[in-house]
């Protein structure tokens, strides 16, 4: 595995484990934010998990999880070309199917600034967590009980946030 995503991984499991310190979610530039989703939607590579899809884009590479990523809940991981921007999707198992209103009343202990917003006409979870430099998408499962966190890195780098934003905007639903 690659080492700089290799720590990336490690600092997300980290941050699933402990309290973070948050900073605001940033601010999308819709202009922007429109004709980077154009371009990716044009060339990018169409990923499809159970009971989602999206797209990434076309020099992005997938990052093999191991078994123990696996175990954990990882289901997604990929990086830049230049191993310098990442996203890695986790599962999270719920007793109970939770709306997105419910995911953030439990997330905002966590992270202040979680907030309930739509995409795509889905209602998901955003945050910031300005300890580990990521941002989160956070996704109620349509199909079973559970959650997908879709987490962006690295959220300082002002010229990934038109790249995250519109890896987000492509977030579509799968019915089953």
Known sequence: MKKWFALALALVTMMMGSLALAEEVPAAD???????????????????????????????????????????GYVYAACSADEAQGLVVVRKELDAAQTAAEIQAGLVEVYENAQVQEVNGISVVVFADAENDMLGI??????????????FTPASDAAFLPVADAIASSLNVIAK
């Open 30 to 72: 819709p202009a922007q934010d429109a004709a980077a989703l154009e371009e990716l939607k044009a060339e990018g590579q169409l990923i499809q998990g159970e009971s989602f899809e999206f797209y990434i884009p076309a020099d992005w590479t997938d990052v093999e999880l191991n078994d123990e990523q696996a175990a954990e």
């Open 138 to 151: 956070v996704m109620p499962d349509s199909v079973d009980a559970g959650y997908y966190m879709f987490l």
